[in-house]
């Protein structure tokens, strides 16, 4: 009996599927179908392709971060001193990195001094920014150690007069590894007629690309003890740089490593300097989500209109189904099924091709790049030297639930119109 029927029967399937396969002389619904299956399959690829590219802008982003700069650093607060200038140097500053360090979950408590200087080589001139630090630490930091591409020697920074500079500030200056620079800053000898600018010269020893725009322009690293000579430190530090193992745990930190630093101590946090960037990735990700999802939206209504016009031209096969004791529920499935296939086969091609496109982007990339001419992605305007992508397998099934779930949605509408269709309405006129 038809009431004892199974749902979703083999025969069902066999009844959608030969809808599908839509003869020549019904060649308006065959042509609408291919319409909505290539309009998933588009839409499905740009959300996996979007979603790829995201993950991958922000995990590259905070590498960047997290690999060449401290996760906190640790200075002074502000006091004036007999001279009546304010100073914010740290004194015992060994002292503190021993305590730093007995914290736990920190892995580095390096002192540093900092400087803005100006770098001459060639007769050109660069702006850029110098980290004393000891050649021992400077080893320590992932991005620089193990950068994207190298020139030169690490190993040689030990030397008071040997340096290691960016690779922007090194092709801003023309100089490679074993080439001399000028580093010149207005705060130098003091004399009796006033403070006269230091100059001095330096080998570049080694060339890093730490991969993030403004560190590789205007980094230059100095050792620990030739930075307090050069820039009148002598016997302080100017701050602390600390990484820690899980800097996503460094809010919880922050206490431990206030008490441990002293009362004058202060902290700025790897979130503290780029959290409204961060902020502003995780707004980006939502609005673009939202756009993609109605954009998948937009394509699963294409098979609404497939299956409104496979309706009206099966109309007499509906009506002799449902003669022959078909029940409404079977014919909705049956019509059911025709959306579900198209919203099925059109997702797992979208799947596929993001996939590729996710992991294949960099020649994708080169190619469109080469046909435009060149200048497409620029370093200094989104900090990063290229166009990462990173699937992740939770971005993967967020796109193929959407798409599925709006396929089967929009699918139920015209199916139900099919299932309610009155049979002898349907055969009338035949």
Not at 102 to 118: C, D, E, F, S, Y
Not at 158 to 180: F, P
Not at 286 to 304: C, E, G, Q, R, Y
Request: proline share 3%; net charge neutral; aromatic share 8%.
């Amino acid at each position: 009996m038809a009431g004892t029927t199974p749902p979703f029967a083999r025969f069902e399937f066999m009844i959608a599927w030969r809808y599908l396969r839509a003869r020549r002389a019904e060649g308006g619904v065959s042509v609408m179908t291919w319409i909505s299956l290539i309009g998933i399959t588009l839409a499905v690829m740009a959300l996996i392709a979007t979603l790829a590219v995201r993950s991958g802008f922000r995990a590259e982003f905070v590498d960047t971060i997290l690999g060449a700069n401290a996760h906190v650093t640790i200075y002074n607060a502000a006091q004036v001193d007999g001279a009546g200038r304010i100073d914010r140097s740290i004194a015992n500053y060994e002292d503190m990195a021993e305590r730093v360090r007995a914290v736990p979950g920190v892995i580095r408590a390096a002192p540093l001094i900092k400087g803005q200087v100006m770098a001459s080589a060639g007769g050109r001139n660069a702006g850029v920014e110098v980290f004393g630090i000891s050649a021992g630490n400077l080893e320590t930091i992932p991005r620089i150690v193990d950068p994207q591409e190298a020139e030169g020697d690490i190993a040689l920074f030990g030397g008071d007069a040997a340096i290691a500079i960016g690779s922007g500030v090194a092709r801003e200056l023309g100089v490679v590894a074993g080439d001399r620079i000028k580093i010149i800053s207005p705060d130098g000898v003091k004399t009796a007629f006033g403070t006269s600018p230091r100059v001095k010269a330096y080998e570049v020893v080694y060339v890093f690309t730490a991969g993030r725009y403004d560190i590789d322009r205007t980094r230059v690293y100095m050792p620990f003890d030739e930075a307090q000579s050069y820039f009148n430190r002598e016997g302080v530090a100017d701050e602390l740089e600390v990484m820690v193992r899980e800097p996503e745990r460094i809010d919880a930190m922050s206490v431990a490593l206030l008490e441990a630093a002293g009362e004058r101590a202060l902290l700025w946090t790897w979130r503290d300097a780029s959290g409204s960037f961060l902020r502003a990735l995780d707004i980006e990700d939502n609005v673009m989500f939202v756009i993609l999802s109605i954009l998948v939206l937009i394509a699963a209504m294409n098979i609404t209109s497939g299956l409104i016009m496979l309706v009206k031209n099966k109309g007499r096969d509906i009506g002799i189904l449902r003669t022959m004791g078909l029940t409404e529920g079977a014919v909705l499935r049956v019509f059911f099924l025709c959306g579900a296939f198209t919203g099925i086969i059109g997702t797992a091609m979208g799947v596929l091709l993001g996939c590729l496109f996710a992991i294949y982007i960099d020649p994708i990339f080169g190619i469109v790049n080469a046909l435009s001419g060149g200048g497409v992605w620029d370093p200094s305007v989104r900090g990063i030297s290229f166009l990462p992508a990173k699937l992740q397998l939770g971005d993967v099934l967020s796109a193929v639930g959407l798409s599925l779930g709006l396929s089967f949605i929009v699918t139920i509408f015209p199916a139900r119109r099919a299932a309610r269709m009155n049979p002898v309405e349907a055969l009338r006129y035949e």
